[in-house]
């Protein structure tokens, strides 16, 4: 009996940013250690791609390793247009680069 082989669900055919075959999110340091004392502002980035947790974890973890990252939050809207706010005293370029660099794209 010859049977067809399974059918892949299209998340895991076409994949996210985090979990496709093209990943980047195996590079992504390990978070460092906040100091949430050292204060600092906040900024809000509008970020495309991000598809479920484990995307959120990546851009998480690798803002964290930024020096002067005090926080990172992630509200995320699966399929749309996420919100990431980062506190702390990082120049945006950094935190875009971070973001970028993990597969994502910073619409603002």
Request: aromatic share 2%; proline share 7%.
């Amino acid at each position: 009996m010859i049977t067809a082989p399974p059918r892949l669900l299209p998340m895991a055919s076409h994949g996210c940013s985090c979990c496709g075959p093209a990943s980047r999110a195996d590079t992504v340091s390990n978070p460092a250690a906040s100091d949430s004392s050292a204060g600092g502002s906040s900024s809000s980035y509008q970020v495309t791609g991000l598809t479920c947790g484990h995307c959120a974890k990546s851009v998480t973890q690798a803002l964290q390793a930024l020096p002067q990252v005090d926080d990172v939050q992630v509200d995320l809207a699966a399929g749309g247009v996420s919100t990431v706010t980062v506190t702390g005293v990082v120049p945006p370029e950094t935190v875009r680069r971070a973001i970028e660099a993990t597969g994502y794209t910073v619409l603002s």
